[in-house]
């Protein structure tokens, strides 16, 4: 039961763009968001998260929204860099619980 | 300041032996999570500690499998009788004691390759 879902295993974006990755949740406890960027032979680093309290944070060139209702969550990179090109993990977890529950990652290919 | 670590960064085990993977986690974080991600796939929770205790062990497989995290020392992951599905690379995550939500930060993972 594959609770994070992130559907686009693959995205090309030209650089100077925005970028949308998204993430849906099927888990109506869920309570804290995160993303990860994760390189080629590394470990995932940690972009940005939200609360379920809000639906907006942003952080720079990073932001996410959040749409409980939807059980939706998408991360907007502008503007888009080569550096950037990655693969890109959704993760939640409830309150109170923190075992990560990872989506399968979205492949971010910025073309310059 | 420091990010977590991890060692091997590559380990090689034949069917049947043990890998022991080690986790020191960030400076002032006192909690150590272990995943694993298959090829292809996100990353899969194992098992969440803190110093000399287990907290949530519900994705560690039931046999072969084990993980501490002594008062002194690294975490340790440790897996017996490797088999060739044990091939994947693991992660290990801290954070520092929990108030309300507190953000894992990763290591680069130990990347085992059962032969």
């Known amino acids: 039961d594959q609770q994070v879902k992130q559907n686009s295993p693959s995205l090309s974006v030209q650089e100077g763009r925005i970028s949308i990755l998204n993430c849906d949740y099927t888990n109506s406890m869920f309570d804290y968001f995160l993303w990860y960027k994760k390189y080629p032979a590394e470990g995932p680093t940690f972009l940005i998260s939200i609360s379920s309290i809000k639906d907006k944070n942003e952080d720079g060139r990073f932001t996410v929204f959040l749409n409980k209702s939807a059980k939706h969550l998408s991360l907007h990179i502008v503007p888009s860099q080569p550096g950037d090109s990655a693969v890109y993990f959704c993760a939640a977890n409830p309150l109170g619980n923190e075992k990560l529950t990872f989506g399968t990652g979205t492949r971010l290919t910025i073309i310059p | 300041n420091a990010g977590v670590m991890q060692n091997p960064r590559h380990l090689v085990r034949r069917r049947g032996q043990e890998a022991r993977l080690r986790c020191s986690p960030m400076k002032g974080h006192s909690h150590v999570y272990w995943y694993r991600q298959l090829p292809e796939e996100g990353l899969k929770f194992m098992v969440y500690?803190?110093?000399?205790?287990?907290?949530?062990e519900s994705g560690m497989p039931k046999e072969r499998f084990s993980a501490e995290f002594p008062k002194e020392g690294p975490s340790i992951l440790r897996i017996q009788q490797v088999v060739r599905g044990d091939s994947a690379a693991y992660f290990c995550?801290?954070?520092?004691?929990?108030?309300?939500?507190?953000?894992?930060?990763f290591g680069p993972g130990t990347r085992l390759l059962v032969l």
């Open positions: 500690l803190q110093k000399e205790n287990i907290i949530d």
């Open positions: 995550a801290s954070s520092p004691p929990v108030r309300i939500q507190e953000t894992q930060y």
